[in-house]
């Protein structure tokens, strides 16, 4: 018999802790599961998940303006965003029950309620519960950043973008990144005016820069504004409603709705890190080894709560080598090369391995293939709109180091390519493999 109550507690069940929790269960070990909110996390409940719907619903604007082209004439159209609002967040219910479901499925006992650290190895849920765990595990995720200045208190988040009563007519977004630029397009597309407001100069930082200038010009083409070394001053509530919004750099605005994507926060607080001693860095990130572990030997933490690479497919690989690591007596670590991504703007974006301006810095010598390509999708109906593909090769081992695309399905096409480029494998072996024609993706292997 076990001298504590569980062998794993898991504090968080969003991807990386439901992975965890769930593969640990499987191990053998007893296993409790706390959340606060919804089984889920960040990504089923308010992000990734519902935000690709989202993107989906958006893209149909495009679509049905370019069926005339195809021969299609569908009278009149119009787009009821309560519908899709309504449809997304049922689906949301569904999955989050499957979250659920598949924890109980695996003999995990969930707790709906918050947790903290209350002593060594003891943990007080917000009923007043206490139970001792073997291991602790901190799978609390991240939420969205707020910034500190007169009339914030009127801005939203993304967390409740998913909920708005109606498509704001004007919406300024605070940001220029994943997020800033996903919302950005969702909400042009369903006709809201939209502008950026972003306090450097960089859109996108870290992708290659070619792509990000490409997404920018595209959005402009497409009427989006963009204030860039602009920083907020204050947001007054006008009485019909109305935001106005006093900038450091730019001319005062008048908006429907301010929406902060300013980045993501570690969620520690509360957490009772200093009663446990668990050492925190700079914002506030769980600081952790190889193995997700904490200074303390029990405890570990997994996923945005660690402020390693905030994506979920990332916190779910964390949470299996942790279970496996400590509950398999297998040790796993993650491998943090090559991680592809994708920004699901109006165009997508998608990137594996290093940019050229890393390339160059990193290995000097390298060779840039570039294809300037309008789909033919674009073509036929009269969009003008180029995609661009980037593959960076060093030269000295004819080795793929990065690969860098904006245009339709590119973050479809990119996990394939990740496979390759993850693989080590050269230009000539690209070069090598047939063309599927017509297609997108063949410009991949067809750059000179
Ligand atoms: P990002 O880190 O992508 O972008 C943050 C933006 O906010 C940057 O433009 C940054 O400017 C700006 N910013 C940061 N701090 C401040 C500040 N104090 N005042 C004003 N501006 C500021 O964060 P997001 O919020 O868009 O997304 C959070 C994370 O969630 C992402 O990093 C990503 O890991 C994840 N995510 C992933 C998605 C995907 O995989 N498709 C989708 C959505 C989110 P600057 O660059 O000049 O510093």
Not at 317 to 341: C, K, L, M, W
Not at 435 to 444: C, D, K, Q, S
Request: glycine share 10%; proline share 3%.
């Amino acid at each position: 018999m076990s001298d504590y109550d569980f062998d794993l507690f898991t504090i968080g069940a969003g991807s990386g802790g439901v992975r965890a929790s769930r593969v640990a269960s499987a191990h053998g070990a007893k296993v409790a599961v706390a959340e606060e909110y919804r089984v889920g996390g960040t990504c089923v409940i308010r992000g990734c998940v519902p935000k690709k719907m989202l993107v989906y619903g958006a893209h149909f604007a495009e679509d049905l303006e370019d069926a005339k082209q195809f021969g299609w004439d569908l009278g009149e159209t119009s787009f009821d965003w309560e519908r899709l609002r309504d449809t997304v967040l049922g689906d949301v219910d569904r999955l989050s029950k499957l979250y659920t479901e598949t924890l109980e499925n695996h003999d995990v006992t969930v707790f709906e309620e918050r947790a903290e650290i209350t002593g060594d190895h003891e943990i007080t849920l917000a009923s007043g519960k206490v139970v001792t765990a073997k291991y602790i595990l901190i799978a609390t995720g991240a939420e969205p950043a707020v910034l500190d200045f007169p009339g914030s208190e009127h801005a939203i988040t993304s967390n409740e973008a998913f909920h708005l009563p109606e498509v704001p007519k004007r919406i300024m977004i605070a940001g220029g990144g994943y997020i800033a630029n996903e919302f950005a397009g969702i909400f042009h597309e369903f006709g809201a005016k939209v502008c950026i407001v972003n306090r450097s100069d960089t859109l996108l930082r870290g992708y290659d820069q070619a792509l990000s200038d490409r997404l920018l010009k595209i959005s402009m083409t497409k009427g989006i504004n963009f204030h860039f070394n602009t920083t907020f001053k204050s947001i007054t509530k006008n009485d019909d409603g109305s935001l106005h919004v006093e900038l450091n750099g730019d001319d005062d605005q008048t908006v429907d709705c301010v929406l902060f994507a300013t980045g993501r926060s570690p969620n520690v607080e509360g957490l009772g890190l200093d009663v446990a001693g668990v050492e925190q860095g700079r914002i506030g990130e769980i600081l952790v080894d190889e193995y997700s572990k904490t200074n303390v030997d029990h405890i570990y933490a997994v996923g945005d709560v660690t402020n390693r690479v905030q994506l979920t497919p990332v916190a779910i690989r964390e949470g299996q080598a942790f279970a496996d690591t400590v509950f398999n007596n297998d040790p796993r670590t993650v491998s943090y090369d090559h991680i592809p991504s994708a920004v699901f703007s109006h165009p997508p974006i998608s990137a594996v391995g290093l940019t050229e301006g890393e390339a160059r810095n990193q290995l000097g010598n390298i060779r840039v293939y570039q294809s300037d390509f309008r789909p033919m999708k674009n073509v036929v109906a009269g969009r003008n709109e180029r995609g661009l593909y980037k593959m960076i090769v060093d030269a000295a081992t004819d080795k793929v180091v990065g690969i860098h695309m904006i245009g339709p399905d590119s973050p479809e096409i990119m996990q394939g390519f990740a496979v390759a480029v993850k693989a080590g494998l050269t230009k000539a072996d690209f070069d090598a493999t047939v063309a599927i024609h017509p297609t997108m993706a063949e410009e991949l292997v067809l750059l000179k």
